[in-house]
């Protein structure tokens, strides 16, 4: 063993613990294992002054022989815990002598980028439902509208009636004029205005009916006012308070895709972590 590879290996514990993550060291010279050090959950089962031809497809077999460093991600498939493993050539005068491989747990990585690929699936759900609030909100806000400004053409329609309600009843009352003038006519008459004296009374009575019946028309008209301008008030009410659920639905909005922003930078954080 070289002075290099026996420095590499008497440190180990030291280099372990320079490691964030759970660590499995490993240290080799040309033909077999001279170091070995598990990790807490990663254990590849090996033994110090195993032959290295034992693990010919290993990484470390590998840098052995093509003297090139090798990074590897390996899926929690192999050991239960997914782990990345780098190796690098250990060299003297231009030759390799020997490898040194970490293999580092890259759980939390994993956990974090599953994460962000949750919540990036989640948000994009929440994105799609607040749009689809936005849309119905401002459809019952167009409506709104419409019902407004129909409330409003009704008011005006209303007063149409009134005016023609005041006609009627300026027609009755000259009716009932005309009526009273016809009996005193046909009073005057004597008999001879009996039969004029009849059709007089009906246009008194026609008179008066009309003018009764415009009375109750009025009536109802007034009340059917009083409740457009109540239907009128709370289409207004409803219409501020859809205005300030659209200006909130536009602030959710906005937030979700200020959170979509952060998740997928965390798992394209991730993501470039596996392949650094």
Same mark, same amino acid.
């Given at each position: 063993?070289t002075?290099?590879?026996?420095?590499?290996?008497?440190?180990?514990?030291?280099?372990?613990?320079?490691?964030?993550?759970?660590?499995?060291?490993?240290?080799?010279?040309?033909?077999?294992?001279?170091?070995?050090?598990?990790?807490?959950?990663?254990d590849?089962k #090996?033994?110090?002054?195993?032959?290295?031809?034992?693990? /010919?497809?290993?990484?470390?077999?590998?840098?052995?022989?093509?003297?090139? /460093?090798?990074?590897?991600?390996?899926?929690?498939?192999? #050991?239960?815990?997914?782990?990345?493993?780098?190796?690098?050539p250990i060299?003297?005068?231009?030759?390799v002598?020997?490898?040194?491989?970490?293999?580092?747990?890259?759980?939390?990585?994993?956990?974090?980028?599953?994460?962000?690929?949750k919540?990036?699936? !989640?948000?994009?759900?929440m994105?799609?439902?607040?749009?689809?609030?936005?849309?119905?909100?401002?459809?019952s806000?167009?409506?709104l509208?419409?019902?407004?400004?129909?409330?409003?053409a009704?008011?005006?329609?209303m007063?149409? !009636?009134?005016?023609?309600?005041?006609? !009627?009843? $300026?027609?009755?009352?000259?009716?009932?004029?005309?009526?009273l003038?016809a009996s005193?006519?046909?009073?005057?008459?004597?008999?001879?205005g009996?039969g004029?004296?009849?059709?007089?009374? $009906?246009?008194?009575?026609?008179?008066?009916?009309?003018n009764?019946?415009?009375?109750?028309?009025?009536q *109802? #008209?007034?009340?059917?006012?009083?409740?457009i301008? /109540?239907i009128n008030?709370?289409?207004?009410?409803?219409?501020a *308070?859809? $205005?300030?659920?659209?200006?909130?639905?536009?602030e959710?909005?906005?937030?979700? $895709?200020?959170?979509?922003?952060?998740?997928? #930078?965390?798992? /394209?954080h991730?993501?470039?972590?596996?392949k650094?």
């Amino acid at each position: 063993m070289t002075h290099q590879l026996r420095e590499i290996a008497e440190n180990l514990p030291i280099i372990q613990q320079s490691y964030p993550e759970d660590t499995c060291l490993i240290l080799s010279d040309k033909e077999k294992i001279i170091g070995y050090l598990p990790g807490e959950a990663i254990d590849l089962k #090996l033994k110090v002054g195993e032959s290295m031809s034992k693990y /010919k497809k290993s990484a470390t077999y590998r840098v052995l022989q093509t003297g090139e /460093k090798i990074r590897e991600e390996i899926p929690a498939d192999m #050991l239960g815990v997914p782990y990345i493993s780098t190796c690098t050539p250990i060299k003297q005068n231009g030759q390799v002598i020997g490898a040194f491989a970490a293999v580092v747990s890259n759980q939390k990585m994993e956990d974090l980028r599953k994460g962000a690929e949750k919540l990036s699936s !989640v948000i994009s759900q929440m994105t799609a439902f607040s749009e689809e609030i936005a849309a119905i909100t401002n459809s019952s806000a167009d409506k709104l509208q419409e019902l407004s400004q129909q409330s409003e053409a009704m008011k005006n329609n209303m007063k149409s !009636v009134e005016r023609i309600i005041q006609q !009627v009843k $300026e027609i009755s009352s000259r009716s009932n004029i005309l009526g009273l003038n016809a009996s005193i006519e046909a009073a005057r008459s004597g008999e001879f205005g009996r039969g004029f004296s009849v059709v007089a009374n $009906e246009i008194r009575k026609m008179a008066a009916n009309s003018n009764s019946a415009a009375e109750d028309i009025q009536q *109802q #008209l007034e009340l059917t006012q009083k409740e457009i301008s /109540k239907i009128n008030a709370s289409i207004q009410e409803i219409a501020a *308070q859809t $205005e300030e659920q659209s200006a909130s639905t536009q602030e959710f909005h906005s937030m979700v $895709e200020r959170i979509s922003d952060t998740a997928e #930078l965390l798992n /394209k954080h991730g993501k470039t972590h596996q392949k650094a």
